[in-house]
């Protein structure tokens, strides 16, 4: 999903700031510059940043489809490969 669309089909939540008047008008104006809202360029920018520090502190962010993908593998009989079963093994020598 491209950002432009994540934009579009998050309108149901609601995020409300206060600033300064001047920052305000700072904002708006780079939102100009770039040919967005104010509302898509905070977002983009927030977004963008939320999602940094998540992967800086390790959290891994799904969408609902890949969640199911991963649980499905996860939960699903498999049997060790060669590799997996000599990595194991060398998992297990070294600690």
């Given at each position: 999903?491209?950002?432009?669309?994540?934009?579009?089909?998050?309108?149901?939540?609601?995020?409300?700031?206060?600033?300064?008047?001047?920052?305000?008008?700072?904002?708006?104006?780079?939102?100009e510059l770039l040919g967005l809202?104010?509302?898509?360029?905070?977002?983009?920018?927030?977004?963008?940043?939320?999602?940094?520090?998540?992967?800086?502190?390790?959290?891994?962010?799904?969408?609902?489809?890949?969640?199911?993908?991963?649980?499905?593998?996860?939960?699903?009989?498999?049997?060790?490969?060669?590799?997996?079963?000599?990595?194991?093994?060398?998992?297990?020598?070294?600690?």
């Amino acid at each position: 999903m491209a950002f432009s669309e994540a934009i579009t089909d998050m309108k149901e939540a609601r995020i409300s700031l206060r600033t300064r008047p001047q920052d305000k008008a700072i904002i708006e104006r780079a939102a100009e510059l770039l040919g967005l809202k104010v509302s898509q360029f905070i977002m983009r920018d927030a977004l963008k940043h939320a999602k940094e520090v998540l992967e800086e502190e390790g959290v891994m962010v799904l969408t609902s489809e890949d969640r199911k993908t991963f649980v499905d593998a996860f939960l699903s009989d498999h049997k060790a490969t060669p590799y997996m079963k000599r990595a194991i093994k060398e998992y297990k020598q070294d600690t």
